[in-house]
């Protein structure tokens, strides 16, 4: 089984944030904003600032059950 997105922001940033760049270049993803966007609206990270991302501990992340 391959990592997904949220298991390679969890290895290289853990509580810490990090900037789209930042992401892209772990990644590389040619479209950070784009997925940081939808990771955002699934509840799995949260934007901080323009540019600025950090991931959301399983105890904050949304019971995204509720809107399916």
């Known amino acids: 089984m391959g990592l997904t997105y949220l298991d390679i922001l969890i290895s290289r940033f853990g509580d810490e944030a990090f900037t ?3 992401f892209m270049t772990v990644t590389g993803n ?3 904003a784009k997925l940081l966007s939808e990771l955002k609206m699934r509840g799995v990270v949260e934007r901080i ?3 600025m991302y950090r991931v959301l501990p399983l105890s904050e992340r949304p019971d995204m059950r509720i809107i399916e």
């Open 30 to 32: 040619t479209r950070p």
């Open 20 to 22: 789209a760049s930042e």
């Open 49 to 51: 600032d323009r540019g």
